[in-house]
């Protein structure tokens, strides 16, 4: 199958919406490579990034997570999808009935207004459990995490990642990029839907 190239991959990011154009929503469901990938298959997501929110350490990392948990950030356009699709995505793709032993695979719906907490709180209780565990918290701050978490299935595929390197792509532009987002949920197994509209190119493959 045709593999994308440079070109490909700069025309599909300049015809994304701007970041001013979108909303933003953040989860922390245990592992962030997954959830990455699972949102960046959606419709009306635009861009995802994974990182560290939930905790009260400044600065945290991956090898000193403090109290923060790993969580995915993502980018959606408005008029294509909604905060309330994507929470229910959200709850469907972590078990909201107990936390994970270690406070880094927590599970927690953060919001950023009253709207979004009100939403958050009326879908759990919805739920058929008999107690919710996931928590529900505002959203204090979030931490970019390491080059190497970010869009995990793509960067290990040097088929796929080399119209990035060839675009003059650095480890913020493919982190950002809504080509780099769809990539990865699709080599993550994720359906994708028509990706030939990239640049009306056939799906690439190893």
Same mark, same amino acid.
């Given at each position: 199958?045709?593999?994308? /190239?440079?070109?490909?991959?700069? $025309? +599909?990011?300049?015809?994304? !919406? ?5 909303? #933003?929503? /953040? ?7 997954? !959830? ?15 990182? =560290?929110?939930?905790? /009260?350490?400044?600065?945290? %990392? +991956?090898? &000193? ?10 980018? =959606? &356009?408005?008029?294509? /999808? ?9 709850? $469907?793709?972590?078990?909201? %009935? ?6 880094? =695979? ?23 459990? !008999?107690?919710?565990? %996931? ?12 080059? +190497? ?9 040097? +088929?796929? #990642? ?6 003059? =792509? ?7 990029? !809504? ?13 994708? @839907? &028509?990706?030939?509209?990239?640049? @009306? ?6």
């Amino acid at each position: 199958m045709t593999r994308w /190239t440079a070109a490909d991959v700069r $025309a +599909y990011d300049e015809r994304a !919406p701007d970041p001013d154009e979108t909303a #933003t929503a /953040t989860f922390a469901l245990g592992c962030f490579w997954g !959830p990455d990938a699972t949102f960046g298959a959606l419709p009306g997501v635009v861009r995802t990034r994974v990182g =560290y929110a939930g905790g /009260t350490e400044p600065a945290p %990392t +991956y090898r &000193d997570i403090g109290d923060h948990s790993e969580a995915v950030q993502v980018d =959606y &356009d408005p008029e294509e /999808t909604s905060f309330a699709d994507l929470l229910d995505v959200a709850v $469907a793709n972590h078990d909201p %009935t107990r936390q994970a032993g270690k406070r880094q =695979y927590h599970s927690i719906l953060f919001h950023g207004d009253d709207d979004e907490r009100a939403a958050i709180e009326q879908r759990l209780a919805g739920l058929s459990v !008999p107690e919710v565990a %996931t928590r529900v918290e505002p959203l204090a701050s979030f931490t970019v995490a390491e080059p +190497y978490h970010q869009k995990f299935n793509l960067a290990d595929k040097r +088929y796929a #990642t080399a119209a990035f390197d060839e675009a003059g =792509y650095d480890d913020a532009d493919v982190r950002e990029s !809504p080509a780099a987002a769809t990539l990865n949920a699709l080599l993550a197994g994720r359906d994708v @839907g &028509d990706l030939g509209a990239l640049a @009306g190119r056939e799906t690439p493959g190893p």
